[in-house]
């Protein structure tokens, strides 16, 4: 999909189909009372062509709602869609990035390859350069769909995306956000086409090269080591995952390294990178386990949020880490009651092979600070604990800094992504106190995505940290107006918020 920034009046856009948006500034409640939708155009034309229909009260501007009029009077554009932000007060800039790609997947299917996206003219969602890399985000988030294995896929790509700005905008102000927006949206659909991957195509070695390739487009400096390597590092966590799996694991190094830039925070970004997770010889139940394809969601979101920060410059060095191992039960696999030894010198009681991904993530995050890193965020489709406590719209996260977390909410409005503070505690952490060595790898059916937490905790110990459960959010269920169902990139924009803010 091509995208394109326009300043035209909208009434001038000649395209297949033009979007506005709208909100309801009905305040009164009752069986009675029709919405009042108002468009967010100072066009005249446009207005004109919309009025009948919405005196009609048939559509409430809900967000994501649309109505479709065809070759609307006093405009060039053949199609006119009205796309809902919902009520007035509540519409926000994230309203903007979901009415994007509710616009281009509203366009997809019907085969219309070109559309225009009116930004809003109302300084009550938000500024306009924040809608402008909003929608941009929003619609390239929205042309993806995760189909890139059947035969029969047919190319309903949206050929065209033009966000149109007002006329009298900042024009570089709104141009650069709208440079931002694209490289945010690919980014994410980078992670999203490594999350949809299965198991058999993507290896931790695949796993590796597409990193790689990556990289070197992008210039990143980028190493990818494997078994020799999580043997000399002294990676008995990482590697006793790997141990039972054919598929040798792989150790993913990115760095952003700007220049100039030689003092200040290092930034570690740890990914959990799964390609499969069986269980193990503590095998999950065969229902549903074709989803474990996606326990990598954590490495490609860092390797997402790679890709947007090499792009977007950040003064501020940065270190990406991704642990890939297959988690399978094989001769060579380890077993409940085994002991590993860490890189940092702990040593692990395995209760159940199947919490995986916390040690992986140990040796993940010592490593980082071997390296340097003075500031660190690991994200990972950790526990299902976390699903049951947060279900499947907050992504839990948790810390041991309070002005580190802070950052990271700070940058979720812009983000548009939602996490939820969990809490930790010295009294959770007694629940993985081990009897045969330093530290168990579950702690019991309560709390389950705190234990978890402070199981990392013990690795990253006093550099202020940010755990990101992501096992909710990785995995879209059913599909939205805005967003395909499969995988969602979560994490990829506010780890990117995160690290923008230590410019
Ligand atoms: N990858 C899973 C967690 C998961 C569950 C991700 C559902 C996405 C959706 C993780 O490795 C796992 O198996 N966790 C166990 C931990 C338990 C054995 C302590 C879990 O959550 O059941
Ligand atoms: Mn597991
Ligand atoms: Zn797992």
Redesign the pocket.
């Known amino acids: 999909m091509k995208t394109e920034l326009s300043f035209s009046p909208l009434a001038q856009i000649e395209t297949e189909l033009l979007a506005v948006t709208a909100i309801d500034t009905q305040t009164a409640k009752g069986p009675d009372v029709k919405p009042e939708p108002v468009l967010l155009t100072s066009d005249e034309a446009v207005r004109a062509a919309a009025a009948a229909v919405l005196s009609t009260g048939e559509f409430k501007a809900a967000a994501n709602e649309t109505l479709l009029l065809h070759a609307p009077a006093g405009l060039k554009a053949k199609r006119l869609l009205i796309v809902g932000l919902g009520k007035k007060g509540k519409a926000t800039v994230h309203a903007v990035r979901n009415a994007a790609g509710t616009a281009v997947r509203y366009t997809k299917p019907r085969a219309i390859r070109e559309l225009a996206f009116a930004l809003p003219e109302n300084d009550s969602v938000g500024p306009l350069h924040a809608m402008c890399r909003a929608a941009a985000e929003g619609a390239i988030v929205g042309d993806f769909d995760p189909d890139t294995y059947r035969s029969e896929r047919k190319d309903v790509s949206v050929h065209s995306f033009t966000v149109a700005a007002p006329p009298n905008a900042d024009q570089a102000a709104v141009k650069a956000a709208f440079n931002a927006g694209v490289i945010i949206g690919d980014s994410q659909n980078f992670a999203r086409s490594l999350v949809n991957e299965p198991g058999n195509k993507l290896t931790p070695t695949v796993f590796g090269q597409r990193a790689a390739k990556m990289a070197a487009e992008v210039g990143l400096k980028s190493e990818v080591y494997s078994t020799e390597k999580l043997h000399e590092l002294k990676m008995g966590a990482f590697w006793s995952v790997s141990q039972g799996s054919e598929e040798p694991p792989a150790l993913i190094v990115l760095k952003y390294e700007p220049e100039g830039v030689t003092e200040g925070p290092v930034l570690g970004l740890v990914g959990k990178g799964?390609t499969f997770?069986t269980?193990g010889i503590?095998i999950?139940p065969a229902d549903n386990m074709e989803?474990?394809k996606?326990?990598m969601a954590g490495g490609a979101a860092m390797v997402g949020a790679m890709r947007a920060i090499a792009l977007l410059k950040p003064r501020v060095r940065v270190i990406g880490i991704v642990c890939s191992a297959e988690?399978m039960p094989d001769g060579k696999a380890q077993k409940p009651g085994d002991i590993q030894t860490a890189m940092s010198g702990k040593t692990i009681e395995i209760i159940?092979t199947?919490?995986?991904?916390r040690l992986v993530l140990a040796d993940g995050l010592t490593y980082a600070r071997s390296l340097g890193a003075t500031h660190l965020i690991d994200a990972a489709?950790?526990?299902?604990?976390c699903?049951v406590a947060l279900g499947m719209i907050n992504a839990g996260a948790f810390s041991n800094d309070d002005a580190t977390i802070e950052k990271f909410q700070a940058g979720l409005a812009t983000s548009g992504e939602k996490f939820w503070r969990m809490p930790l505690g010295d009294e959770y952490y007694d629940q993985i106190r081990s009897d045969i060595g330093d530290i168990k790898?579950?702690?019991g059916r309560w709390g389950?995505a705190i234990t978890?937490a402070e199981f990392l905790h013990a690795f990253a110990e006093d550099t202020p940290w940010i755990h990101l459960d992501i096992?909710?959010l990785?995995?879209i269920e059913d599909k939205k107006p805005f967003i395909a169902k499969g995988p969602s990139g979560v994490a990829v924009r506010s780890i990117l918020e995160w690290v923008r803010s230590y410019e």
Do not use: Q
Not at 354 to 357: L, M, Q, S, T
Not at 381 to 385: F, S
């Open positions: 799964i997770d269980g503590s999950k989803k474990m996606y326990d988690n159940n199947d919490a995986e991904g489709t950790l526990t299902g604990a699903v790898n579950t702690g389950g978890a096992a909710g990785a995995w």
